[in-house]
């Protein structure tokens, strides 16, 4: 199951940065996982510092 981001999301771009296979972009109002390329490694979730990625 791919990672989602919540409304937390402060749009910092921490995420992006730390995913390997390039799955997090920035959305309208704030960053998106594409579900297809998400690989669910978790190091997205790690790297969000206000905790708005978790596993869907």
């Known amino acids: 199951m791919a990672h989602v981001i919540s409304d937390v999301c402060v749009s910092c771009g921490a ?12 959305g309208d109002s704030q960053y998106e996982i594409d579900a297809d390329t998400c690989i669910d ?15 869907q």
């Open 15 to 26: 995420c992006a940065g730390s995913c390997p296979v390039g799955a997090i972009s920035a």
């Open 41 to 55: 490694c978790g190091a997205c979730e790690g790297a969000c510092p206000t905790g708005a990625i978790s596993a």
